[in-house]
Nanobody, 126 residues
């Protein structure tokens, strides 16, 4: 499975940005999709995830209420809509995929995911 992220960039405090992740080479339809981020000197952090069946979602505490995640199975693409961005959101954002037999389940830990993209940089200036 290959995952390619896009949509990162430099924005101002309070702006919005939408990241995309296109998956290929696997069974996107039964893959849980997640977004993680990693700032310099910090561990990779869970941002959001979406299940493959009923589009159940989950978010990290620091982004809950500001970010949304969605998926388009026909386009094998997952999106991360980021609103009210803050300087502390600055990080490399990674898309991840996990094959799952449980249609409603989401996963929040780095080690639970099978495939990773190369990441896209998001920088929020104050």
């Amino acid at each position: 499975v290959q995952l390619v992220e896009s949509g990162g960039g430099l924005v101002q405090d309070g702006d919005s940005l939408r990241l995309s992740c296109v998956a290929s080479g696997g069974t996107f339809g039964n893959s849980v999709m997640g977004w993680f981020r990693q700032a310099p000197g910090k561990e990779r952090e869970f941002v959001a995830a979406i299940s493959w069946s009923d589009s159940r979602t989950g978010f990290g505490d620091s982004v809950n209420g500001r970010f949304t995640i969605s998926r388009d199975n026909a386009k094998t693409t997952v999106y991360l809509q980021m609103n009210i961005l803050k300087p502390e959101d600055t990080a490399v954002y990674y898309c991840a995929a996990k094959n799952s037999q449980i249609p409603w389940k989401i996963y929040r830990r780095v080690e639970e995911y099978d495939y990773w993209g190369q990441g896209t940089q998001v920088t929020v200036s104050s």
